[in-house]
């Protein structure tokens, strides 16, 4: 069954820094976004990509943030500055953009630790 | 706006016991779509089983079965004859994927099924 793969599985950083938590959605699909999960909390929509552009953004995914789909495979999150409470869980998802939620797939996600 | 109300924090029965999950959600969507995810202690998201707002039927896999109810806007999952590996969070969410749009999710349940 396809997969959506994230890489790293576990990044540990000094706060301040800049950190890029990369994705490979699946390969049809054309929609993909970025979750976050803060320890012992719920999952958190950060971001949507369609068409080499951004679809739709939360409060969260402040100018710190920033995405990116450099080469075809690759669906980035980039962090310019990291901050202790930029510690969680990051998740990619993909969907094939036909609606009607079949396809739509997570990551196993990215756990980031700010130190 | 869209909202996923787990209000169960976090539930513990034993082993063989069944246990509800309840879900109440709010949506001003007519046409939208249901999910729970589970996420065992290793963090990733497992998806469990996905609902169109069209399909009122109650749907069994296994040991796991779920109530959809739209009068009073809940979809609860019931884990019949729970087993020790069942222990995890489950979380509920919901999403219109005819936009191909994010997915809320609730605060999440968590459940320890003890020996």
């Known amino acids: 069954e396809p997969e959506v793969t994230q890489t790293p599985s576990h990044q540990v950083t000094q706060m301040g820094q800049e950190v890029i938590l990369r994705c490979v959605p699946i390969s049809n699909h054309l929609y993909f976004y970025w979750y976050r999960q803060i320890l012992g909390q719920k999952v958190e929509f950060l971001v949507s990509?369609?068409?080499?552009?951004?679809?739709?953004k939360s409060e969260i995914f402040d100018d710190q943030f920033s995405v990116e789909r450099p080469d075809g495979s690759n669906f980035t999150l980039k962090i310019r500055s990291t901050k202790l409470e930029d510690s969680a869980m990051y998740f990619c998802?993909?969907?094939?953009?036909?609606?009607?939620?079949?396809?739509?797939?997570f990551g196993s996600g990215t756990r980031l630790t700010v130190v | 706006a869209q909202k996923v109300t787990q209000a169960q924090t976090e539930i513990s029965v034993v082993e063989k016991e069944d246990v509800t999950l309840d879900c109440v959600y709010e949506t001003r969507d007519t046409t939208y779509y249901l999910f729970w995810y589970k996420q065992p202690p290793s963090g990733e998201l497992v998806f469990l089983i996905r609902?169109?707002?069209?399909?009122?039927q109650n749907e069994i896999s296994g040991r796991y079965s779920w109530n959809f109810q739209k009068s009073t806007s809940s979809f609860n999952f019931t884990i019949t004859a729970s087993q020790v590996v069942d222990s995890a969070v489950y979380f509920c969410?919901?999403?219109?994927?005819?936009?191909?749009?994010?997915?809320?999710f609730g605060k999440g349940t968590r459940l320890h099924i003890l020996p």
């Open positions: 969410a919901l999403s219109n994927l005819n936009r191909d749009d994010k997915i809320i």
């Open positions: 998802a993909s969907s094939p953009g036909q609606g009607k939620g079949y396809g739509y797939t």
């Open positions: 990509f369609y068409n080499n552009e951004i679809s739709e």
């Open positions: 609902r169109n707002s069209f399909d009122e």
